[in-house]
């Protein structure tokens, strides 16, 4: 069913409820026009993520590395994304099967429940709720469950997303200087050198160079380029003779 269809028949913030678990393991729920300011990235995922012999998806848990902590993911797929989250300098805080929404769908009666992937906090206080689905993968039932979140989230003022595979070049660009993501990886003075080393934008072995042997740098430029105060077009391959850094601009 179509946002438009749904708003036709009276749906808001009032015909959506939700459940979820606190930080101390209590099921809690209500309507969502009272529930929406609950601070779920400190919650418990709503639901388990399974794990049987013979599963075909690989579940798991990615360290995020703005908050040392761990957040759950069902696929290879969903891991790539929360890795993408991870890698956004403007989210600072994430959290997994965050809620269950239940709706009453119109003309059928049917009622319908869906749990989000993600619930990501921005720097600015503003929401997004991710839902991770291969283009090709998705059914009519998903469709319309997607349709409903979307117009629940807009509802309340969270902006939502339904994304799919990863741009392979920028995942395998993220997966590498995610290996660096760990604050172990910011040596001084290497650091403050770096920033001020690609002030005007240069190539990262150029760059590199300037400050000392790159071997011992180059792990300092990578956890840079993960937090962000170093940028690159990460959509192309990372290569010391091409790879034009810059120093993030405020």
Not at 101 to 128: I, K, N, Q
Not at 139 to 163: K, M
Request: glycine fraction near 12%.
């Amino acid at each position: 069913m179509s946002g438009a269809a749904l708003l036709s028949e009276g749906v808001g913030a009032a015909g959506f409820e939700l459940e979820f678990v606190t930080s101390a393991g209590v099921r809690a729920g209500g309507a969502l026009s009272v529930c929406w300011d609950v601070p779920f990235e400190r919650g418990r995922p709503v639901r388990s993520f399974p794990s049987y012999q013979g599963q075909r998806s690989c579940s798991g848990w990615w360290w995020l590395s703005g908050l040392g902590s761990h957040v759950g993911y069902e696929s290879w797929l969903e891991r790539d994304n929360l890795m993408v989250l991870d890698a956004d300098p403007d989210v600072v805080a994430v959290a997994s099967q965050p809620f269950r929404l239940s709706w009453t769908e119109s003309g059928s009666g049917r009622r319908r429940r869906h749990a989000p992937d993600y619930f990501a906090r921005c720097r600015d206080g503003t929401v997004v709720i991710v839902d991770i689905r291969a283009d090709d993968r998705i059914e009519a039932d998903d469709a319309a469950a997607f349709t409903a979140t979307e117009l629940a989230c807009r509802s309340v003022g969270w902006r939502y997303r339904r994304v799919g595979v990863v741009e392979p070049v920028l995942a395998g660009n993220l997966r590498w200087l995610a290996g660096y993501r760990h604050p172990r990886n910011r040596v001084e003075p290497h650091a403050v050198a770096l920033v001020a080393a690609f002030g005007q934008g240069c190539s990262l072995w150029e760059g590199a160079g300037s400050v000392g042997d790159p071997i011992a740098v180059l792990p300092t430029l990578y956890h840079l380029l993960w937090t962000g105060e170093l940028v690159a077009d990460l959509t192309t391959r990372l290569d010391g003779g091409t790879s034009v850094l810059a120093r993030r601009r405020a």
